[in-house]
C-alpha cells in the first residue's frame, strides 16, 4: 500500500519556468490537499480538493493551479516560478472531510527557484 | 481568530527525562487535535488523536477544553523520539460548511544522550 506518493523529490527552476508536481493516492480517498512548509513556519494550504472535478483555493494559492482529474491524481502546477516560491511542497489526502482519522501525506517535494 | 500555537521552537532534553510539548489552541467550538511527527527525512505521520485518547510510542496527549490545550507528553524520553513534532486542529464552520485544518509551526524535539 503507497498510500500518497509525490514526485520530484528536488527540484530547481529557473525564474519563470513553469512544473507540474505530481501527487497519486491508492486509498480512494476524496479529499485532497497541498501544503507548502517555509522554514519556521506552520503548513499552509495551497489547494484542496473534495472529489473529481471539485477543486478550490486554500491561504496562499496565488501562482498555482490544480486539477482532479481522478480520484487517485492531484498535480500542483507552477506558472512562472518565483523566488517566493522556493519551500517544501506537501500532498496530503484524508478520508473524511474532517479529517477527523488524520491525513496521509506524501514525502515532500523540496523546490528551489533560483 | 482560529490558530494553533507551539510557542517552543525547540526543546532538548536528555534521555530518560520527562517531555512535554506545548500545544494551544483558539477555536470557537469544539475542534478536533492531532499530533503529527516528522523524523528526519521521512514524511509527516500521524502520532495520536484526541479523540482516540490512545498511547502512541509512549505518547499521550490529554485535551483541555478549560485551558484549550492539548499537550503532548511522555515520561521517559528516548533518543529514536527526536523528530518535528505538529499540533493540528479541525473543526467545522457550519455557517459556511467548511472545515479547517490548521497546523501549528512546529517544535523541534531533540533526545541527547
Known amino acids: 500500500n503507497a498510500g500518497v506518493t509525490q514526485t520530484p523529490k528536488f527540484r530547481i527552476l529557473k525564474i519563470g519556468q513553469s512544473m507540474t508536481l505530481q501527487c497519486a493516492q491508492d486509498m480512494n480517498h476524496n479529499y485532497m490537499y497541498w501544503y507548502r512548509q517555509d522554514p519556521g513556519m506552520g503548513l499552509k494550504l495551497i489547494y484542496y480538493?473534495?472529489?473529481?472535478?471539485?477543486?478550490d483555493k486554500g491561504e496562499v494559492p496565488n501562482g498555482y493551479n490544480v486539477s482532479r482529474s481522478t480520484t487517485e491524481d492531484f498535480p500542483l502546477r507552477l506558472e512562472l516560478a518565483a523566488p517566493s516560491q522556493t519551500s517544501v511542497y506537501f500532498c496530503?489526502?484524508?478520508?473524511?472531510?474532517?479529517?477527523?482519522?488524520?491525513?496521509?501525506f506524501g514525502s515532500g517535494t523540496r523546490l528551489t527557484v533560483v | 481568530a482560529q490558530r494553533v500555537t507551539q510557542p517552543e521552537k525547540l526543546l532538548s532534553v536528555f534521555k530518560g527525562a520527562p517531555v512535554e510539548l506545548k500545544c494551544n489552541y483558539s477555536?470557537?467550538?469544539?475542534?478536533?487535535l492531532f499530533w503529527y511527527v516528522q523524523y528526519s527525512r521521512q514524511r509527516l505521520q500521524l502520532l495520536l488523536r484526541?479523540?482516540s485518547r490512545e498511547s502512541i510510542k509512549g505518547f499521550t496527549a490529554d485535551l483541555n477544553k478549560g485551558e484549550t490545550s492539548f499537550h503532548l507528553k511522555k515520561p521517559f524520553a528516548q533518543e529514536e523520539d527526536s523528530a518535528m513534532y505538529y499540533c493540528a486542529l479541525s473543526g467545522g464552520d457550519y455557517t459556511s460548511g467548511t472545515y479547517k485544518y490548521i497546523f501549528g509551526t512546529g517544535t523541534r524535539l531533540k533526545v541527547l544522550a
Open positions: 484526541h479523540i
Open positions: 496530503a489526502s484524508s478520508y473524511s472531510r474532517s479529517g477527523a482519522s488524520g491525513y496521509t
Open positions: 480538493s473534495v472529489g473529481a472535478g471539485i477543486t
Open positions: 477555536y470557537s467550538g469544539s475542534p478536533e
